[in-house]
């Protein structure tokens, strides 16, 4: 501790108090002066411990810390004295200057640079906007608001990041997937259906977040050979900086997500030219169609509208297929719970109303009918968590999800093996 600082704790009582707190003040000058900021913060910091909740003690130093915050404002943007604010603005004084809310705006504008993950950037701007309209500075908020539209336009609908094909795992894993692709085209019609309705065909390692122990030795191989990597948030989910995920969610939706594009790139256009071939009389996509009424029990509307897409689709135009099939799924889905014995409806507060369990509340009651893995697989899809997953649902039904993103045909696929897998309950 400053011997300034222990000195006036040992005399608060005693008649030479009044040397001791000019003896700090002196202390705070002769810092200020030399532009010493790091012994500036840690000064301010132990005064803070040594008369934590004695106001009349902390209010001494009140105008030197203000003073203090406004001298390295006015020396402009230096990445060490920004720092320092950082912390300093966290310390008791700094509520009570002068238009603090501008300052702690100011602060958390210019600790961008510090950051590179998006999503901690994304937060900071946030926070930077909130204090500007505290502040009333609507043209600080304007441009905060700009710079933080781009940086989350910049990254946000990119196609899903793709690994280097050499890594060792991708190899492997690109290698398994394609002799499970030469298995499926040897299948007869129905096998070559059921294959599509089962999980994956075990590519898919349990969640992290469902089991600590995921698939024996399959995370420990993921790891040594670079098929989990950190990501700090989805390529095209929306944003949620105040719900951040975790090391290992993030590190596991990178797995997954990697196998999942890999399975998906590798039978999009097998499956397309089987989908659109003929197996005697019967056209396959009629044959799909007749299992939706057996094992969804689906009415001819829903069927139609189901295969209208399907038809799109297959006519090269997925964006139109991706129209009719996102936002069904989610009725699809809350049918088919229904019919297994779910209550898809919640009370509210108010006796005698309800409101619908929520998509993400509908994946939580599917656990009890589907494969775990399965439901992870929706979730990837269709929503999001923590900031991760591709939430094509939502930004299609809020009208933020560009053609670019539809036009993919692995995305039309992903969605389409969606449905199929509404069959494969456990029941």
């Not at 939706?253 to 089987?274: A, E, G």
């Not at 049918?335 to 209550?343: A, F, M, V």
Request: with cysteine.
């Amino acid at each position: 501790m400053f011997e300034e600082i222990q000195r006036l704790k040992n005399n608060l009582g005693q008649t030479s108090r009044g040397d001791s707190v000019r003896t700090v003040k002196a202390k705070i000058q002769e810092l200020l002066t030399a532009r010493d900021w790091n012994n500036v913060e840690t000064f301010f910091k132990e005064y803070a411990l040594a008369f934590v909740d004695k106001d009349s003690i902390l209010n001494i130093l009140k105008n030197e810390f203000e003073s203090v915050v406004d001298n390295i404002i006015a020396l402009g943007f230096v990445s060490d004295n920004i720092i320092v604010l950082d912390h300093l603005k966290t310390l008791p004084w700094f509520d009570e200057i002068s238009d603090c809310n501008y300052k702690k705006g100011y602060i958390a504008e210019h600790m961008l640079t510090f950051y590179k993950e998006n999503i901690i950037k994304i937060s900071k701007l946030q926070e930077a906007r909130k204090y500007y309209r505290n502040a009333h500075r609507d043209e600080d908020v304007a441009r905060v608001q700009r710079e933080l539209t781009n940086l989350v336009v910049s990254f946000q609908y990119r196609p899903a990041k793709i690994l280097p094909e050499n890594i060792p795992g991708i190899v492997q894993l690109s290698k398994g997937v394609t002799r499970k692709l030469e298995e499926w085209e040897g299948e007869d019609g129905q096998g070559k259906f059921n294959t599509l309705i089962t999980d994956f065909l075990d590519l898919l390692p349990t969640p992290y977040k469902e089991s600590k122990q995921p698939t024996a030795g399959r995370v420990d191989f993921f790891e040594k050979t670079g098929v989990i990597q950190t990501v700090g948030l989805s390529p095209d989910g929306r944003v949620n900086a105040s719900d951040m995920a975790t090391q290992d969610e993030r590190q596991h939706f990178h797995s997954n997500q990697s196998i999942l594009l890999i399975y998906l790139r590798t039978f999009t256009q097998p499956v397309k030219k089987w989908l659109s071939s003929h197996e005697g009389e019967d056209q396959i996509c009629q044959r799909i169609g007749d299992s939706l009424r057996q094992h969804l029990d689906w009415d001819e509307n829903s069927i139609q509208y189901f295969m209208q897409g399907l038809t799109a689709w297959l006519s090269d135009n997925p964006h139109i297929a991706m129209s009719f099939w996102l936002p069904f799924f989610e009725s699809a889905l809350r049918i088919q719970l229904c019919k297994l014995g779910e209550d898809i409806l919640n009370p509210r507060q108010k006796s005698g109303i309800e409101d619908f369990v929520l998509f993400d509340g509908l994946l939580t009651k599917a656990i009890n009918h589907y494969d775990e893995k399965t439901v992870e697989y929706w979730r990837i899809v269709f929503s999001t968590h923590n900031g991760l997953g591709w939430n094509l649902r939502n930004a299609f039904c809020h009208g933020i999800l560009p053609i670019n993103v539809m036009n993919e045909n692995v995305y039309s696929f992903a969605v389409f093996n969606a449905y199929l897998l509404l069959q494969s309950t456990k029941l």
